[in-house]
């Protein structure tokens, strides 16, 4: 079993910046993927970001750019930094952990993005 933890979310302006933490404890591979996905309002789960344990990174289109996403695989925590919000940003933003055979999930930060 692996948990997460994410931190991070909450209330900013369109134009600001927000920084989403998610840290791995448990059963963790020495070599998975993490990476964050998002819920938007009435909208299915998507992918933002991911990186692997060797440091490659999957971006959507949509926030090439302004979101960047980090990872200390010492720690086991993923980082995104995310840059010049938008409205359309907004929803629950998921921490996901992917290895050959298991998938986890966190509880969810609601990043809420004003215009």
């Known amino acids: 079993q692996v948990q997460l933890v994410e931190s991070g979310g909450g209330l900013v302006q369109a134009g600001g910046s927000l920084r989403l933490s998610c840290a791995a404890s448990?059963?963790?591979?020495?070599?998975?993927?993490m990476g964050w996905y998002r819920e938007g309002p009435g909208k299915r789960r998507d992918l933002v970001s991911t990186?692997?344990?060797?440091?490659?990174?999957n971006y959507a289109d949509s926030v090439k750019g302004r979101f960047t996403i980090s990872r200390d695989n010492a720690k086991n925590t993923v980082d995104m930094q995310m840059n010049n919000l938008q409205p359309e940003d907004t929803g629950v933003y998921y921490c996901?952990?992917?290895?050959?055979?298991?998938?986890?999930w966190g509880q969810g930060t609601q990043v809420t993005v004003s215009s």
């Open positions: 448990g059963s963790v591979s020495s070599v998975n993927t």
């Open positions: 990186i692997t344990t060797d440091g490659h990174t």
């Open positions: 996901r952990y992917l290895e050959a055979r298991n998938r986890y």
